[in-house]
Nanobody
Framework: QVQLVESGGGLVQAGDSLRLSCAAS????????MGWFRQAPGKEREFVAF????????TYADSVKGRCTISRDNAKNTAYLQVNSLKPEDTAVYYC???????????????WGQGTQVTVSS
């Protein structure tokens, strides 16, 4: 079992950057694939990025490719999502999730955080 807590969201202006953090409890963090997803009002939850257990494999959604970097520090039980050149369409609640396999499908992730709001003003 793992519990996840996101932080780092906020209200920013277009073009700004944010680093979101996802702190995990428990000793098994390194065994999980970590994913970031986001959900805007009235829209379905969408994939943003994932990183493999060792950090050697990363994948990004086309909408954030080139602007986002996902990383993890297994010694600190923390995953990160750096988002640069933020756009108003990036406004959403951002969730981190832990799962057993690299996947873009949110249904394959077993553990979820409560989310952190990111709002980008134009």
């Amino acid at each position: 079992q793992v519990q996840l807590v996101e932080s780092g969201g906020g209200l920013v202006q277009a073009g700004d950057s944010l680093r979101l953090s996802c702190a995990a409890s428990g000793r098994t963090f390194s065994r999980f694939v970590m994913g970031w997803f986001r959900q805007a009002p009235g829209k379905e939850r969408e994939f943003v990025a994932f990183i493999s257990q060792s950090g050697t494999i990363t994948t990004y959604a086309d909408s954030v490719k080139g602007r986002c970097t996902i990383s993890r520090d297994n010694a600190k039980n923390t995953a990160y999502l750096q988002v640069n050149s933020l756009k108003p369409e990036d406004t959403a609640v951002y969730y981190c999730a832990a799962g057993g396999t690299i996947a873009k499908n949110p249904n394959l992730y077993n553990h979820w955080g409560q989310g952190t709001q990111v709002t980008v003003s134009s």
